[in-house]
């Protein structure tokens, strides 16, 4: 069976309900973008440790769960990824705002963020950003300057 390579909101719910887990599909991404290099759209990428402590959240939630309706109803983005952009926070991460002295480690993590994670969605990462998220264009960080984030064309 050839793995699936979803991008969408409802690829990923629909390789979930053709019987895809997280675990293989989200590593694969992770690689995927471990994989793409200096990417300066990435400012942070989750370590395979900090994936599996989510995975592991994430499938004792499922397992609570009698059934697959169950389970769309208490975690409807179940294994969705998500990035965050560096200026928000994300509990035991640094969070820079596109400017290393500034940089904190988040004691908690955005309201936005808990509750993606409650709703069964996966973050992969921290993004960049215009410095301080004060310009029009991203172009002013120093982390490089990011290109079109389109997925690539099969």
Same mark, same amino acid.
């Given at each position: 069976m050839h793995a699936p390579n979803p991008f969408t909101l409802e690829e990923w719910q629909q390789a979930y309900r053709d019987g895809a887990m997280p675990?293989?599909?989200?590593h694969e991404r992770r690689r995927q973008l471990a994989g793409a290099g200096a990417d300066p759209a990435w400012i942070l990428l989750a370590s395979e440790a900090q994936l599996d402590d989510q995975l592991t959240v994430?499938? *004792?939630r499922a397992a609570c769960c009698a059934d697959e309706a169950e389970r769309a109803r208490a975690l409807p983005l179940y294994g969705v990824p998500f990035a965050v952009k560096d200026n928000i926070d994300i509990a035991g991460l640094p969070t820079t705002a596109a400017c290393p002295a500034f940089s904190h480690d988040a004691e908690?993590?955005?309201? *936005?963020v808990q509750r993606l994670v409650e709703a069964g969605a996966v973050w992969l990462g921290k993004t960049n950003l215009d410095q301080f998220?004060?310009?029009l264009v991203g172009t002013r960080s120093p982390y490089g300057r990011p290109a079109s984030a389109s997925p690539p064309t099969a």
């Open positions: 675990g293989p599909l989200l994430l499938a *004792a908690r993590s955005a309201h *936005a998220a004060t310009g």
